[in-house]
């Protein structure tokens, strides 16, 4: 069975308005709070969730243990095909706004960031420096999906 891993932040990241205060990514996913993640590479993300469900993969739910890329990984959770977990493609519109799975839903970027375990003004420091004319991938822990 193939595994793949997905790291959460311990930390807020360098250059964050809340820079090296605890984000509470791990509590609040187990908690059912945060209930998603925003990845790059959506074609890479959809292939591996696709195998997921197809119960050929899990995904492991990981921290870095220290400093990210020089320490250890923990993993706080592991989901397979009957987790609920899946995906859902994300593009932002400059003039429209947030859209899901191909403009077939509109999302407050609000609704987005409590999701993700952000609030609003955390969300845009976030993705302050991330291209949002790419096509992002929503990872859904749960089978909570977008409507």
């Given at each position: 069975?193939?595994?793949?891993v997905l790291t959460v932040s311990v930390m807020f990241p360098k250059k ?50 220290g400093i990210p890329y020089k320490s250890k990984q923990k993993e706080f ?46 969300f845009k420091s976030w993705f302050k420096n991330y291209n949002l004319s ?14």
């Open positions: 069975m193939k595994t793949y964050h308005i809340k820079e090296k205060q605890p984000t509470l990514f791990i509590e609040n996913i187990i908690k059912g709070i945060k209930i998603h993640t925003i990845r790059r590479n959506f074609d890479l993300w959809r292939k591996r969730m696709d195998d997921v469900n197809a119960g050929i993969a899990e995904l492991s739910l990981r921290f870095w243990t959770l592991r989901l397979n095909k009957h987790s609920g977990c899946g995906y859902q493609q994300l593009d932002f519109d400059a003039a429209l706004g947030i859209f899901i799975d191909s403009y077939d839903s509109y999302v407050s970027i609000k609704e987005i960031a409590k999701n993700d375990g952000l609030s609003f003004d955390d790419e096509t992002m991938c929503i990872i859904h822990f749960t089978n909570f999906r977008y409507e």
